[in-house]
């Protein structure tokens, strides 16, 4: 019998080619993959910048660590980068299947836990019972707050997100059948839920709203298949449609994905239901963060919800939850927003080390359809 390997042991690779070593996490069943060391420096003055950088010189990594073998077609990951902005604690690149979101709920609220354990941030004095971490992602600086004890991480995190407003209401049909739902905007993240409107803060993704029910499906019961089909034609009927513009950027206007929810937009203590899908038909296994934050800002522009009122939102997936709340009035450009505060848990799954051999066809990664 061979006996016990050296740790830490590397099979053989590509010594030219650094190894890529993450933590992994996930935040109500979402997963988010964080990127300690092996990544090359990426390169611009501000986190737009960057974000435009690693697109254009470094998306290697990102299909190394999103797609398999490393990965799946529903994997998320986060590179941390230094930031401009003198109040961040960290810079934040966030991966997915198809590019960089510019927002994302699942992985501050996760990044939160992470930043304090890993020391990015000042210790806080052994008897808070609250930490703050200033994360700056592509659509803004987030505050998030993370539960903790003896300067150690535990329990829920919650985070503020930016100005989160609605572009526009109301229902367009698309020619091939189910009607496009509002169009959310909310920091650089464009949320899909309910055929209502859309909610606009200093972000880059857009997600529309829909109710699965007037699609003809039930969002709690109908197969993953049916909604992800039924999210994108919302998506690409509001598309067509429908012209996003930011008050801020450019850079920050783009249709993200579409949110199918219960349509129970209507305040109840009870938890309201919904899945989002993203990116390139990308389901998300969490309640979802920035949907969570266009959702509340659709209700509070309706009236349907007040200040400091909090709300349970369920996910279709797994179950998990997340809570959500309009803590203030803002504005961005000329619109009337609100600043969102989202909760939820994030956990610690394990640590990896990825290397790639130079005579692997597939060291970049594939996905399947």
């Known amino acids: 019998?061979?006996?016990?390997?050296?740790?830490?042991?590397?099979?053989?690779?590509?010594?030219?080619?650094?190894?890529?070593?993450?933590?992994?996490?996930?935040?109500?069943?979402?997963?988010?993959r964080i990127v300690l060391a092996g990544c090359p420096e990426v390169v611009g003055p501000t986190l737009l910048a960057k974000r435009r950088y690693m697109r254009q010189h470094l998306d290697h990594v990102r299909r190394r660590l999103m797609f398999e073998p490393r990965g799946?077609?529903?994997?998320?990951?986060?590179?941390?980068?230094?930031?401009?902005?003198?109040?961040?604690?960290?810079?934040?690149?966030?991966?997915?299947?198809?590019?960089?979101?510019?927002?994302?709920?699942?992985?501050?609220?996760?990044?939160?836990?992470?930043?304090?354990?890993?020391?990015?941030?000042?210790?806080?004095?052994?008897?808070?019972?609250?930490?703050?971490?200033?994360?700056?992602?592509?659509c803004g600086l987030v505050a998030a707050f993370v539960e903790c004890e003896g300067g150690r991480s535990r329990g829920p995190v919650r985070f503020h997100s930016v100005p989160a407003f609605v572009l526009a209401t109301g229902n367009r049909q698309d020619p091939s059948g189910p009607a496009a739902g509002d169009p959310t905007n909310y920091t650089n993240c464009l949320c899909g839920l309910e055929p209502t409107s859309a909610t606009n803060p200093p972000?880059?993704?857009?997600?529309?709203?829909?109710?699965?029910?007037?699609?003809?499906?039930?969002?709690?019961?109908?197969?993953?298949?049916?909604?992800?089909?039924?999210?994108?034609?919302?998506t690409e009927a509001v598309k067509a449609q429908f012209k996003i513009n930011h008050p801020d950027s450019e850079d920050l206007a783009f249709l993200y994905g579409t949110i199918l929810t219960d349509g129970k937009d209507t305040y109840n203590e009870e938890p309201?239901?919904?899945?989002?899908?993203?990116?390139?038909?990308?389901?998300?296994?969490?309640?979802?963060?920035?949907?969570?934050?266009?959702?509340?800002?659709?209700?509070?522009?309706?009236?349907?919800?007040?200040?400091?009122?909090?709300?349970?939102?369920?996910?279709?997936?797994?179950?998990?939850?997340?809570?959500?709340?309009?803590?203030?009035?803002?504005?961005?450009?000329?619109?009337?927003?609100?600043?969102?505060?989202?909760?939820?848990?994030a956990h610690y799954t394990g640590t990896a080390s990825f290397i790639v051999e130079d005579d692997d066809p597939l060291r970049d990664g594939f996905l399947l359809k």
């Open 272 to 345: 309201t239901t919904n899945i989002c899908v993203f990116a390139d038909e990308q389901v998300d296994r969490s309640p979802t963060g920035s949907g969570v934050t266009a959702r509340i800002a659709l209700q509070y522009h309706k009236g349907l919800l007040e200040l400091n009122q909090t709300r349970a939102f369920k996910s279709s997936a797994t179950g998990s939850v997340f809570t959500g709340k309009a803590v203030r009035e803002a504005k961005c450009g000329d619109f009337k927003a609100v600043i969102v505060e989202v909760s939820g848990q």
């Open 1 to 32: 019998m061979a006996g016990p390997l050296t740790v830490p042991w590397m099979p053989p690779h590509d010594p030219g080619t650094p190894a890529l070593s993450v933590v992994d996490m996930h935040t109500g069943g979402e997963p988010l």
């Open 72 to 138: 799946h077609r529903d994997m998320y990951g986060a590179v941390l980068v230094p930031s401009e902005l003198p109040d961040a604690h960290l810079g934040v690149l966030f991966l997915n299947n198809e590019g960089y979101s510019s927002m994302c709920g699942h992985a501050v609220l996760a990044l939160g836990r992470f930043a304090l354990d890993f020391g990015l941030v000042p210790a806080p004095p052994s008897d808070a019972q609250e930490a703050l971490v200033n994360i700056h992602c592509p």
């Open 203 to 234: 972000h880059k993704l857009l997600q529309s709203n829909r109710s699965a029910e007037k699609l003809g499906l039930d969002v709690c019961s109908a197969k993953m298949g049916d909604l992800v089909a039924a999210a994108s034609a919302v």
